[in-house]
């Protein structure tokens, strides 16, 4: 057992106790934090004359040479320790001797794994926005290609109103454009760095805190060191976030589960993206979608199971707060996995246009068009309405629909209706007079689709914010980095 605390107690921890205790066994996950964290803490302990030049040179060319170790597999890191720190410093001490114990100078286990999972859970906010502008870029695809694609609109799970699939896949753009947006919001609210604030009231030594933060590219340290050790805000807020996203991921694959079902045939998923049956060789099942859907529910467990561990927690720090990091890597895990792999189903997937056309002629969604071609002659639109609802029902007894009636049998209803009626109430006439800000109209979506290409050549163009320390300490050993 390497324990970092054992100084004050005369027996053993209870073998069944220590692997409670212990969480190698997942936050082995904060290795890379954690090393560049402590490149960091030493630099600045250089600086302020706590070590000498060469117990830092010691020290960060020996946790560099263990990130390497561990990264090439020449160096396993063992349930034989009890966490990702004790691995780190004991390691580090076996390697280098006396210097590596001074490592934890002016610094708490506390303040420590507060940093490595901010800087993990910083990172992973990025790899996200990545996920989602990939996604947003199929998604502009399908826009661009299918301006006058034209589908049925739904309300309620019944056919409304003519549209197009461009302004039904924008919708899911706006949505993942918002999520992309909440998490920029997420990365500015939580980019303040926690070391130093030590075990919850500071420390002695005389740190420089700032100069630790700019080195691992924060804004700056945290204002209240309980607080700090305490906040698990940022990580709340971002499996919000994450069950979000999956609830638009989850309302897209119900979509696509129906629009694949035989009975509306709008799309067709690529055989990569399919499984079949055991029993039944006619089927093609839209499983990736499905499971994006069942997952779902595993994220939002991991956002109510962070709620229900914070809610009764004392300032400042509490053990209860190690049970974070599990269902935060599992939730992020989720959501990257179901973007990958729902955007590469997406991008994949094919759109049945006739399909969609002749689903929109068929499912009365030129009705409410029909009514507006009655006040536009002058008939209260109360009075429009019932007409129109009066057609419907004659062509669901005649087994037909509005455009497919003769003008003999649409005067029988109301006189007002001439030969116009039928170009008034085509698709492309319901579609293309929309032309309000939002509205699937031509003109309206393809200045919609100008604005979305911006936004996404704005997230392109962002300089890449991730993990590594900026500026090495000027001296000798390896650049504080994280490759």
Known sequence: MAQLWGGRFTKQTDQLVYDFNASITFDRRLF?????????????????????????DSITQGLAGIRRDVEE??????????????????????RIGE??????????????????MKLYTRLEVQNIRECLRELLATLLKIMEENLTTYMPGFTHLQKAQPTTLAHHMGAYFEMFKRDVLRLGDIYKRMNYCPLGSGAFAGTTYPLDRDYTSGLMGFEGPTLNSMDSVADRDYLIEFLAALSTIMMHL???????????SNEYRFVEIDDAFSTGSSIMPQKKNPDIAELVRGKTGRVYGALMSLLTTMKGLPLAYNKDMQEDKEVAFDAIDTVKNCLILFDGMLSTMRFNHKVMEQSAMRGFTNATDAADYLVNRGVPFRDAHGIIGRLVLHCLEKNT???????EELKEISPVFEADIYEAISLKTCVEKRLTVGAPGCAAMEDVIRKSREFLKSLE???????????SYSGKGEQITNE
Do not use: P
């Not at 890379?32 to 117990?55: C, N």
């Not at 163009?461 to 320390?469: D, H, L, N, T």
């Open 32 to 56: 890379a934090q954690d090393i560049e964290g402590s490149m960091a803490h030493v630099a600045m302990l250089e600086k302020q004359g706590i070590l000498t030049e060469e117990e830092r």
């Open 250 to 260: 989850s309302r897209f694959s119900e979509e696509i589960i129906i629009w694949n």
């Open 401 to 407: 629909s509005i455009d497919a009636l003769s003008l």
């Open 73 to 94: 597999g020449k160096l396993a890191i063992t349930e034989e320790y009890e966490d990702i720190h004790s691995f780190v410093e004991a390691v580090l001490t076996r």
């Open 461 to 471: 163009g962002r300089e890449q914010i991730s993990s590594k320390c900026k500026d």
């Open 99 to 116: 210097a590596g114990k001074k490592l934890h100078t002016g610094r708490s286990r506390n303040d420590q794994v507060a940093l490595d």
